[in-house]
């Protein structure tokens, strides 16, 4: 399949089946904003929900945080964002359509006119008031990243926590950027989600720590299910490392367009808890009781995108295949992303059928996200399953009246099973562990 063509399909079924819609689309939609629908909502949560799993519960050395979207002047001021944050602007002077100049050379993509303006600053940062005044004293930013809620509060969560470097603060939420250009659908918006650690480790111990995490994401992605050949390592070269970093990664995925980035690793080094030490007047250092030593750690930070890394799972995921002589539309979620694990199918609309498979829905229930449906042909529900990503269907006949079984299929192999209802969760657990 011609890589426009998987893009154009997954946009689609995104809107028909309840991933994500255009927000304010009664209105016409609104400048690139996005809703996760009914489906969307679950699989973004479960993204994030693998990420923390990850990052947190299956480690002792790192902790969650959850920081203020609404923030002050100074963290920026401190971080560089209120000086450097900024994207080269330039204005088509014929059309009046505005570009990245580092996008787009010196023809305009719109009009082909050549008479753009010299490029200038543009600051991405979204700048709000707090209170009724709208003056300099009562300015705020929404968070263009959510790192700096980590450097901030380290100093609380380090004497909270107990913990000692090498040690890692997490956390997930939105973070807003007045991106020039927009676009590729949810690849690049305003509003986004990330998902961001920041590890800290003794000083010397940085270039180590950046090779473990360059190896430990980019498995993440591949245990998720992303194929080998879709993703890449690049190191950044040394025009395009930022200031303060002493190397950085991104991890990338061929997107249908090319190769675009995930997630960056960077070596931060002590360049941002200094900042803030400065900024602030407090000691953002880690001291060791033990030996007497002082030191500001050095982070390494990946950075995540939880909205973006979600498009490149649908992606990876979409697949066309020929079941029984039907072409069918199938997404090869991993379990663990897809929205639903499990569908509960009564074979008609029969209302003899309806006790027993709502007793089997409310059976798997407590241990997966279920879906029940029982409207249209046995046949077109499994498709619509598959084309959601459910691994499993459970199916309740007129023989299970008699025999309190049930038939399981699968969705990849399609392939049915029956058990029964007394021995479903344990089946289905073993399934999908
Ligand atoms: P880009 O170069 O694409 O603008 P960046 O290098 O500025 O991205 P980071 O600041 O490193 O991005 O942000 C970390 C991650 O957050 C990115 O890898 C990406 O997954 C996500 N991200 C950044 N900007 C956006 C956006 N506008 N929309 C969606 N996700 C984003």
Redo the contacts with the bound molecule.
Sequence with gaps: MPPEDVMEKVVNLCKRRGFIFPSAEIYGGFRSTYDYGPLGVLMLRNVKGQWWRSMVQLRDDVVGIDAAILSSPRIWEASGHLATFTDPLVDCRRCKERWRADEIGDTCPNCGSHDLTEARAFNLMFKTFVGPVEDDASAAYLRP?TAQGMFVNFLNVLQTSRKRPPFGIAQIGK?F?N?IT?GNF?????E???M?LEFFVPPDEGPKWLDYWCTERLNWYRDLGIAEDKLRLRAHSPEELSHYSKGTY?VEFAFPWGW?????I?NRTDYDLNAHSVQSGQRLEYFDQGSGERYVPHVIEP???A???MMAFLLAAYDEDVVSGEKRTVLRLDQRLAPYQVAVLPLSRNESLRPLAREVLHLLQPHWMCDYDETQAIGRRYRRQDEIGTPWCVTVDFDSLEDRAVTIRERDSTEQVRVAVGALVDELGSRLS
Excluded: N, Y
């Design positions: 990243e973070s950027r991106e927009p949810v690849f690049r918006t305003r986004f989600e990330q961001e991104d675009g980035e995930l997630e960056g960077a950075a995540a995108g909205t973006r890394a």
